[in-house]
């Protein structure tokens, strides 16, 4: 299975314009979301995460534990750690403020 691509994939259509980035791992069996949105982000876009989630889990191994984390953060910086894993960021967030 490639990560990258099932996240692409699902996330097809599913991007509204309060998403601000995306990070997707599989580590040891352990599925691991985390999305952050602005902080005007309504229910229908968090509710389109929880979707691309969905997708994305259908291209996974079975039996996977799934950490799931969505926020709304117009503030936080968008790099966790190093970067790696970051699947999605959007347009000008590398822009200084």
């Known amino acids: 299975m490639h990560?990258?691509?099932a996240v692409q994939l699902a996330m097809l259509g599913e991007v509204p314009h309060t998403?601000?980035?995306?990070y997707v791992s599989l580590i040891d069996q352990q599925l691991?979301?985390?999305?952050v949105f602005t902080d005007d982000a309504s229910e229908d876009h968090i509710e389109s995460a929880h979707r691309v989630l969905?997708?994305?889990m259908t291209h996974c191994p079975a039996h996977l534990s799934v950490n799931e984390k969505i926020e709304l953060d117009s503030?936080?910086?968008w790099k966790i750690g190093l970067g790696e894993h970051l699947?999605?960021?959007r347009?000008?967030?590398?822009s200084p403020a």
């Open 75 to 77: 503030a936080q910086p």
């Open 3 to 5: 990560l990258s691509r």
């Open 19 to 22: 998403l601000r980035f995306l």
């Open 91 to 94: 347009y000008g967030e590398l």
């Open 54 to 56: 969905t997708e994305i």
């Open 32 to 35: 691991n979301f985390h999305a």
């Open 87 to 89: 699947m999605y960021l």
